[in-house]
């Protein structure tokens, strides 16, 4: 079972917004809206951010979004903030299973 | 406060097996589909399994399959695997996680255990 494909790193300043990509095929991300996104601490668990693609779990800043166009979701964090510095991970639905992206790293310069 | 706590992890040699577990408080698991998700040392996230709220529906990872068997019980609020033939790419954190719908799937996993270490080696 392949990973979703997502950038290894990104980075931007405080006050900034990014952009993290997450790329699957019409079997997963293009196929169906149970796209999610989660954000991992250093030692600590994933935390839910997204789900269904662009649905934010009640306790989560509306500074994060979510979206999808065809094969491609897409996460977008604006207004950075220090704290936002970690990994993020995307996660799709295939096929009676679930796969996820290989997660990408966000510095906060 | 919900809180998913796992235990079980350990040292194992290859072929051997353990039993993890997940204890629930704080909210009916019985309402929820179950999973368990691995974290290889300084890799991303692989999923393992997961369990209808029933147990009516089982699927697990290809890597997995014929070796893991995902199991619950309802009544003591509670998610086990049971890892059988262990190799040393099942080097990983095991975290339990709760689906965020209740009553049926939505592959989003809300609740998350703290995780527990297991380590395949001679």
């Known amino acids: 079972q392949s990973a979703l494909t997502q950038p290894a790193s990104v980075s931007g300043s405080p006050g900034q917004s990014i952009t993290i990509s997450c790329t699957g095929t019409?079997?997963?991300?293009?196929?169906?809206?149970?796209v999610s996104w989660y954000q991992q601490h250093p030692g600590k668990a994933p935390k839910l951010i997204i789900y269904e693609v662009s649905n934010r779990p009640s306790g989560v800043s509306n500074r994060f979004s979510g979206s999808k166009s065809g094969n491609t979701a897409s996460l977008t964090i604006s207004g950075l903030q220090a704290e936002d510095e970690a990994d993020y991970y995307c996660?799709?639905?295939?096929?009676?299973?679930?796969?996820f992206g290989g997660g990408t790293k966000l510095t906060v310069l | 406060e919900v809180q998913l706590v796992e235990s079980g992890g350990g040292l194992v040699k290859p072929g051997g097996s353990l039993r993890l577990s997940c204890a629930a408080s704080?909210?009916?698991?019985?309402?929820?589909?179950m999973n368990w998700v691995r974290q290889a040392p300084g890799k991303g996230l692989a999923w393992v399994s997961s369990?209808?709220?029933?147990?009516?529906?089982?699927y697990y990872a290809d890597s997995v399959k014929g070796r893991f068997i995902i199991s619950r019980d309802n009544a003591k609020n509670s998610l086990f695997l049971h890892m059988n033939s262990l190799r040393a790419e099942d080097t990983a954190v095991y975290y339990c996680?709760?689906?965020?719908?209740?009553?049926?799937?939505?592959?989003?996993?809300?609740?998350w255990g703290q995780g527990t270490p297991v380590t395949v080696s001679s």
């Open positions: 996660s799709s639905y295939r096929s009676s299973t679930l796969v």
């Open positions: 704080g909210f009916t698991l019985s309402k929820y589909s």
């Open positions: 996680a709760s689906d965020y719908c209740s009553g049926g799937a939505c592959y989003s996993f809300v609740y």
């Open positions: 019409s079997s997963d991300v293009g196929g169906y809206n149970w």
């Open positions: 369990i209808s709220t029933t147990s009516s529906y089982i």
